[in-house]
């Protein structure tokens, strides 16, 4: 470096430039100030001496690293800090706003870094205070800022820094220094009120926020979940959050300021409002601080003020979200004025739900306050009316209507908005409605009847007409159905009602399933069934497919008692007197659902985690076993009645789908019963194992070969005995084996070939519940074993000499990784007594454990680490 000049041209460069190359040839010349010590003096000229902010900023942020990454000498850090403290109040208010920020950065570093080193490191709010009490607003900002960083600084923890020391450091600043910053920033607050849009009103709001929101107990809250418990706020802060103007400041901020200021005010009321019951002196100073927060949400919702701005709505549903999180009902009916404030919620929930497009995320903390509000209601004690039976009745059909609405207005192109099509969002808006229907069950239930039988009739009478060019009304219809029959399901999740016997409760569920079940009869017949590939039908389908999975839950099988009251009921409704009448139609929708879906992946994918539930399930596996259908599936799982398995995009589905079938077959003790359902598979092992080798490379075989490892592998993975095992074993060893040796042998460079097949030799060879348990005379560990090692040479010595492709990963490191996996496997599994190979010159073990060594020194180190599975 020859000069300054020249530095600052290359900091210039570094920071402005648009030529990558420039950038990371400044880059590579300035390195040497952030990684050798020695260059500290040098960043101390620069300060002292550069011009542009751009080389002021190159000193800072070197600074920045040396100090996070070297252990500095004790003195020299404290000559680092007093310089920043010097240099701040001299040249601060003139710099760059990003100088300024990454110098205080840097001293609040110092100071974290160094606070148990010496005492001088922790004099840093009387620093601050020297700042703020300059008459000038230049220097009162700078101490905002400082504050303002210091608190995040001591609330995260650093890479250069163990966590251990991390949480002494900042529980003993929040011990000895956050309740004086927190007074700090309230005093600046109500000082700067009067001054219209000042910068400074952001610092000191800024600086509230961040002290409410610190980490007091060290549980580190997840940043990216909005939801969290409530505030530990320490025992010596109880003065000034008793005390009302503390509360009111924020409510006035709310008032005086415009976004984005107005939603951090309310930010600051959603942490007040969860602050610890326990910080209160007792329940009256409690009940007097609700009492303040109510007036003040209230005042709110009486002018509407800034609410017509979508962040600071979405913070204000929080904040109603949280009076019932940290308050009991009967705290809230006791305050003055309580009905006024409940009528206004129940109000602003209902113009919400009206405004699902503009407020759809935040109806969320709404819903969440009035279904906490309903399930509290048994434990109210006391004559205080609670006025929820006036306005829960309202929002439950307010809710019903909004959804209708937003089906009518045709939803935003974009899938992923739609609920229908997205099971979290789905989730998000029926988490916490069934609890308010469930609390005037009887008259929600005949709503949503009310609502549903003109819907079902106009869908009825469309079944029966030829189809038609124009299906956009019928889609809206199927979309309509598909809420109420998500909403349903929701309801029949959940089983506690209030006010209303268990045996009434059963009647209402069986009048709502039977709707439901009614729709499975039209939805499968006349015109509908020609309309399995449309969007709206694939929406109605899964919603269906969600309502037996709760319904299920509830009353077949396993958990479910023998639910007289609903089988009764169902018996006059539909003639379903008992289980296995009802679980023969949701296995025939199951079936419905295989054979007429090819396209839809997610259909499928969902038909078949219900299918698997129900096998799966004790109870409800062995009733199975007594239904036609699933007699008839076990028999026939072929492509002819099964499309789907003919659809490549669905071959992962495969898996599930042989899985399920797997667990059936497995649950009668018959070796016959197993060779006759094998049948389908044989006859494709046949007609590949007579393919020849000039054939052998075609889109028939490769597709063929692909679906029988995945329905392999399904069936392996329902084999969990020793007995069920042996089976699959003797089915395969050794008749069918050469196959796969074939199969990776011809396709070693078709990942979509080879992942499948090894996948299936890692489940083949896993010893999961002592499955592979063969007799003591018995060779079968070692001849496993033996096909396991010509498997892995096969693929192994041929994938090592193919050059890499584009997406090594998917080409060779997926593959290495599994056959790593087989073998790890085949070795732990216990089955094979290895010292046989050496004792017979048998090569199986040591010719595996070259080729496996080779192809892992075949990867280079940074593709190690880059890929976390290899």
Known sequence: MESLAQLEALCERLYNSQDSAERAHAESTLKCFSVNVDYISQCQYILDNALTPYALMLASSSLLKQVTEHSLSLQLRLDIRNYLINYLANRGPDLQPFVTGSLIQLFCRVTKFGWFDDDRFRD????????????????????????????????????????????????SFRDQCLFQIFQISLTSLCQLKNEVANRLQELALSLSLKCLSFDFVGTSLDESSEEFGSVQIPSSWRSVLEDPSTLQIFFDYYAITKPPLSKEALECLVRLASVRRSLFTNDAERSKFLAHLMTGTKEILQTGQGLADHDNYHEYCRLLGRFKVNYQLSELVKVEGYSDWIRLVAEFTLKSLQSWQWASSSVYYL???????????????????????????????????????????GFPDDISENPLDNVELLQDQLECFPYLCRFQYESSSLYIIKVMEPILQTYTERARLPASGDNGELSVVEAKLAWIVHIIAAILKIKQSI????????????????????????????????????????????????????????????????????YARLSELLGIHDHLLLLNVIVGKIATNLKCYTESEEVIDHT????????????????????????????????????????????????????????????????????????????????????????????????????????????????????????????????????????????????????????????????????????????NGILLFREVSKLIIAYGSRILSLPNAADVYAFKYKGIWICLTILSRALAGNYVNFGVFELYGDRALADALDIALKMMLSIPLSDILAYRKV
């Open 124 to 171: 840093v709010v009387k620093e601050s205070m020297n700042f703020l009490s300059q008459a000038t607003s230049g220097h009162y900002a700078i101490g905002l800022k400082i504050l303002n960083q210091l608190v995040s600084e001591m609330n995260q923890p650093n890479p250069g820094l163990p966590a251990t020391h991390h949480r002494r450091v900042a529980c």
């Open 367 to 409: 819903l969440g306050l009035w279904s906490r509000l309903v399930t509290s209601v048994p434990y109210l004690k006391g004559d205080t009316p609670s006025m929820l039976d006036e306005f829960v009745p309202k929002i439950t059909e307010g809710f019903i209507t909004s959804r209708f609405d937003s089906v009518q207005a």
């Open 499 to 566: 006010g209303c016997s268990t045996e009434s409760q059963e009647i209402i569920d069986a009048e709502l399933a039977a709707r439901v079940l009614q729709l499975i009869n039209i939805s499968d017949s006349g015109l509908h069934i020609q309309r399995y590939g449309e969007l709206s039908k694939q929406r109605l389908d899964r919603a269906i497919l969600t309502f037996f999975q709760h319904f299920r839950k509830s009353y077949v099988g396993d958990q479910a008692m023998h639910s007289s009251k609903l």
């Open 608 to 779: 078949l985690s219900l299918f698997l539930e129900l096998a799966s399930g004790y109870m409800t596996g062995k009733l199975l076993l007594k239904l036609d259908t699933i007699k008839f599936i076990i028999g026939h799982h072929t492509r002819e009645h099964f499309p789907f398995l003919e659809e490549y995009r669905c071959s992962r589905s495969r898996t599930t789908f042989y899985y399920t079938i797997g667990w059936l077959i497995f649950m009668e003790d018959s070796p016959v019963k197993f060779k006759s359902s094998m049948d389908p598979l044989l006859q494709v092992f046949i007609s590949l194992e007579s393919t020849p080798d000039t054939m052998f490379r075609t889109d028939t075989v490769k597709y063929a070969l692909i679906g029988l490892m995945r329905d392999l592998r399904g069936i392996a993975m329902a084999t969990n005995s020793r007995r069920t095992y042996g089976l699959l074993f003797d089915w395969l060893y050794p008749a069918h084996m050469p196959l796969l040796l074939k199969g990776i042998s011809h396709w070693t460079d078709t990942p979509e070939v080879t992942t499948p097949l090894l996948k299936f030799m890692a489940e083949f060879v896993l010893n999961k519940a002592q499955r592979l348990t063969f007799d003591s005379s018995s060779p």
